[in-house]
């Protein structure tokens, strides 16, 4: 008995001298997809900084290749991460399927985060994730091409004529002969879009219940879209033997392109001696601003053993203090805070300011459950549009028939 008593004095005595919460820590997992080596290891950067703040807290990152398939299997096994990327694209799906736990309150000080990031991840009135960074389009410029033109650098109170004008001065041939367009116009839903909101239209109204992309607004945009490449003064990047915008751009085949500020790393990483500049997109001949945004949040697991803990994770990860480690390490992802802003530019340059411009009059990329198909319908039928095999107006109305069918699923 005096033994027994003995080694209980004993275990008291060694548990009461660990450090406080080393006694009971919680595991929990933050699942997301890999970016560059660099993003990763900032993104361990603040899960550490987390974990030296939150002793008691353990946090395994697991960043998975093949996302989308890996966390969907995790929602239908029941035991999902405690944390994990949402894209706002992906939320109305995951929000229906009641995988997510609503934020609401639990978010902490929501006012320094962007109106617009806000409206991103919220849907039926709840906001269920705060974003951990984002991207927004702007119009990046090549500089000698303009130079040599004799053109000003694009401003941001350029209009749709401003874009015409200079992407039918900019058209021609390099020194080698190749063809170069004065703007680059992939044929994507998203990259129309913009055009559409400059004129005023939408694609549907407010609550979903209603296609409204059938306007003479979407008309107007449609066709100054489309006829930029029938006239010879843009095309799809395929058109300059490019994959993509950005790499039709850094190539020298395109004196403009419509990219977001992903673009920048790649350009000064794959084409360093590229003299380029950005500038806000044009607007309509209104005066009209509008750009997209697309932004990532850290959501929360509904079914959640540790929810307090992960939410202080998350909270951690995209509060002010994250947001300025998101902000100091300058990547072309931008802090979702606009008390960060100022932090990313000092480290980025002043001169991607249009980026963060942006943040005040960007729309979301997000559609309700389904509308995959509604994209692939008119990205099929906007390449048609460009050989001149379809006109503006049968690429509107074939989308709208197709987004009606959707909705009524």
Known sequence: MRKLIAFALILGFVLSALPAGAQDTVDITLMGWSSSTAENDALMAMVDAFMEANPDINVDVQLVPEYDTTIQAAFASGDPPNVFY??????PDWAEAGVLAPGNDL??????????????FTYNGDFYCPPK?????????????FDAAGLDYPTPDWTWDDLRAAAEALTGEDEEGNQVLGLVTPPNFERWLPFLYQ???????EDWTE????????REALEFYVNLVLDGYAGPPSMVDAGWGGEAFGQGRVAMAMEGNWVIQYLLDQFP???????????????????????VCYGVAAENQHPDESWRLVNFLTGREGAMMVAEAGFGVMPARMSAADAWLEARGEEFEPFVAGAEYAHKWQFPVGFGDVFDTFNADL??????????????????EVAEEVLAR
């Open 86 to 91: 949402v894209d706002s694209s992906k939320l």
């Open 133 to 145: 960074d984002f991207s927004v389009m702007a119009l990046q410029y090549n500089k000698d091409m």
């Open 383 to 400: 390449q048609q549009a460009f050989l001149g095999d379809l006109l503006p107006e049968d690429v509107i109305l074939d989308t709208v």
């Open 211 to 218: 296609v409204t992309l059938d306007s003479d607004e979407a």
């Open 273 to 295: 001696d590229l003299n380029w500049g950005v500038s806000e997109l044009p607007t309509h001949p209104d005066g009209t601003r509008a750009t997209m945004v697309f932004t």
């Open 107 to 120: 978010i902490e000080d929501q006012d320094d985060i962007y109106p617009s990031l806000v409206d991103a």
């Open 199 to 205: 004129a005023g239209g939408s694609v549907l109204n």
